[in-house]
């Protein structure tokens, strides 16, 4: 739980993430990107509105790191659908929880420790896990974004944070979305391989670059549902 020190501009560094259908194939966050993708750039969205989804067929392959490349499969022996015949195969993202509205909103499960940003369209355009409170202080519900920061502070000073997206107030301090907070010697106060267990003390931990795609998805006044 921590307490913005106030809003400004947005320094766009990572790469554009392109629009995800539900049900489509996941990539990591430092997965090769897809064709199509453009860089970061002040005064340009992450987030055309309602740009259409990214067919199979427009994803680029994965660099090869050997100069013999696997033999085509012959005819019937073609790989199962949704999977990925290499190294590193992509999974299935998870659907959108059951009941968690309708629209334009940023969606946030407890029990999966997971958020999706979804569009009015009903498709997904990133899904991520993150690490939410390990206390029992939030609430499932219907909330809405009211306050920003581009860097924050926790509220006893212990930590720093950036792209802070509030939604609600905890017992101390607002509780929103955030990167993963750095001591006072720039040490992560978690790795990111723990994100999907809930690790804060109020608010949801994001990787820096799905922080940033939070960050450029939900202006203030964007819904946000938590569902257990």
């Given at each position: 739980?921590v307490a913005g020190l106030g809003a400004s501009a947005v320094a766009y560094s990572d790469e554009a993430l392109p629009l995800l259908p539900i049900g489509a194939p996941a990539r990591?966050?430092?997965?090769t990107p897809l064709a199509g993708d453009v860089p970061y750039a002040a005064g340009v969205s992450a987030y055309p509105p309602e740009a259409p989804p990214v067919a199979a067929a427009?994803?680029?392959?994965?660099?090869?790191?050997?100069?013999?490349?696997?033999?085509?499969?012959?005819?019937?022996?073609?790989?199962?659908?949704?999977?990925?015949?290499?190294?590193?195969?992509?999974?299935?993202?998870?659907?959108?929880?059951?009941?968690?509205?309708?629209?334009?909103?940023?969606?946030?499960?407890?029990?999966?420790?997971?958020?999706?940003?979804?569009?009015?369209?009903?498709?997904?355009?990133?899904?991520?896990?993150?690490?939410?409170?390990?206390?029992?202080?939030?609430?499932?519900?219907?909330?809405?974004?009211?306050?920003?920061?581009?860097?924050?502070?926790?509220?006893?000073?212990?930590?720093?944070?950036?792209?802070?997206?509030?939604?609600?107030?905890?017992?101390?301090?607002?509780?929103?979305?955030?990167?993963?907070?750095?001591?006072?010697?720039?040490?992560?106060?978690?790795?990111?391989?723990?994100?999907?267990?809930?690790?804060?003390?109020?608010?949801?931990?994001?990787?820096?670059?799905?922080?940033?795609?939070?960050?450029?998805?939900?202006?203030?006044?964007?819904?946000?549902?938590?569902?257990?």
């Amino acid at each position: 739980m921590v307490a913005g020190l106030g809003a400004s501009a947005v320094a766009y560094s990572d790469e554009a993430l392109p629009l995800l259908p539900i049900g489509a194939p996941a990539r990591s966050a430092d997965a090769t990107p897809l064709a199509g993708d453009v860089p970061y750039a002040a005064g340009v969205s992450a987030y055309p509105p309602e740009a259409p989804p990214v067919a199979a067929a427009q994803v680029a392959p994965d660099p090869s790191r050997s100069a013999v490349r696997p033999a085509t499969p012959s005819a019937g022996t073609a790989a199962p659908a949704g999977t990925v015949a290499s190294a590193g195969a992509r999974t299935t993202a998870p659907p959108v929880p059951a009941r968690s509205g309708k629209g334009r909103r940023v969606v946030f499960s407890m029990s999966e420790q997971r958020v999706w940003l979804v569009r009015g369209s009903e498709r997904v355009a990133r899904t991520y896990a993150v690490s939410g409170s390990k206390h029992d202080n939030l609430d499932p519900g219907t909330y809405e974004v009211f306050s920003r920061s581009r860097h924050a502070t926790s509220y006893d000073f212990g930590s720093t944070m950036e792209y802070f997206v509030r939604f609600t107030r905890g017992e101390n301090a607002p509780i929103g979305f955030h990167t993963i907070p750095v001591d006072d010697d720039g040490k992560p106060l978690q790795t990111r391989a723990e994100l999907g267990t809930a690790l804060s003390s109020g608010c949801v931990r994001q990787w820096r670059k799905d922080a940033i795609a939070l960050w450029e998805f939900a202006p203030i006044g964007t819904t946000v549902v938590v569902v257990a």
